[in-house]
């Protein structure tokens, strides 16, 4: 079997038996690739991963400079850097008749349950607030610009700081449908061995833009999911970088 016509079905696979019936296995209908986005919300066409002068340092190098970065410059991203880091983490290779997509991260079952929300800060041309990525259209859409969020969002984070002087704060947010309308219980695991990967290309790609980035993980659940509207159970936060540029 070549890798193209590979069925992503690991449950066929492996005969997991002690897991509930899967939505798929019910002959439920898929959930949607993506959340829908209300269209009163404005929205805005990001530029092409291609659009950006990048230096081109080897994976080596990139892998060598890696390190958690949690001091950030007082200086914005750019618009077409914020693009690039999205396309790097998040991308859309294909679109597969409607049902999966390939992207730039792998995915278990290429089921990419992951919407990006965005704490943005400090990103030229954009006002501060809440955004999300919508990786089918490579389009951002802002969601609201209350003047405290970054704040708020800094306390859910146990008081990190460099969530403030960030100019971004990536927060991958867990669709659960669409992971466990296939793999039933065992979508926790699945989710959280995707979020590592996701964060690693941001980790990388970051070197490459004189970034740094931090993941995190020590936030409160509640209040994260509370300040992004989540309900906690079908969708939660599950992973969050603070990104900015690199002092001196
Ligand atoms: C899953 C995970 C969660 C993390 N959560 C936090 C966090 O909440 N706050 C923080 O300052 N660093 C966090 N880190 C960064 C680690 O502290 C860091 O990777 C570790 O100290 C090793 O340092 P290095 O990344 O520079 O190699 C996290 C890293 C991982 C992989």
């Not at 016509?5 to 492996?14: F, I, Q, V």
């Not at 998040?90 to 992207?103: I, M, P, S």
């Not at 990103?123 to 704040?151: C, K, M, S, W």
Request: glycine share 6%.
């Amino acid at each position: 079997m070549s890798e193209k016509d590979h069925p992503n079905d690991y449950l066929e696979m492996t005969k997991f038996r002690n897991l509930s019936p899967s939505g798929q296995q019910q002959g439920l209908t898929q959930p949607p690739l993506e959340l829908p986005c209300d269209l009163r919300f404005p929205r805005l066409s990001l530029p092409a991963s291609s659009e950006i002068d990048l230096e081109d340092i080897s994976l080596r190098l990139a892998v060598e400079k890696r390190i958690t970065r949690r001091d950030y410059a007082k200086k914005s991203l750019s618009l077409k850097e914020l693009a690039y880091l999205l396309w790097i983490s998040q991308g859309v290779k294909l679109v597969k008749e409607g049902k999966l997509t390939n992207r730039n991260v792998p995915s278990a079952g290429a089921r990419h349950a992951f919407e990006t929300y965005l704490a943005i800060n400090t990103v030229e041309g954009l006002q501060p607030g809440l955004y999300r990525y919508l990786a089918l259209t490579h389009e951002l859409v802002a969601l609201h610009h209350e003047p405290d969020f970054i704040n708020r969002l800094k306390v859910a984070c146990r008081n990190q700081e460099h969530v403030l002087s960030a100019a971004v704060t990536f927060i991958w947010v867990s669709v659960l449908d669409r992971m466990s309308w296939r793999y039933s219980e065992r979508s926790y695991r699945y989710l959280f061995l995707d979020a590592g990967h996701v964060c690693q290309n941001l980790y990388l790609a970051a070197e490459q833009l004189h970034c740094g980035v931090c993941a995190i993980a020590a936030f409160d659940d509640d209040e994260v999911n509370n300040l992004l509207g989540l309900d906690g159970h079908r969708m939660f936060a599950t992973y969050l970088a603070s990104l900015g540029k690199q002092t001196g």
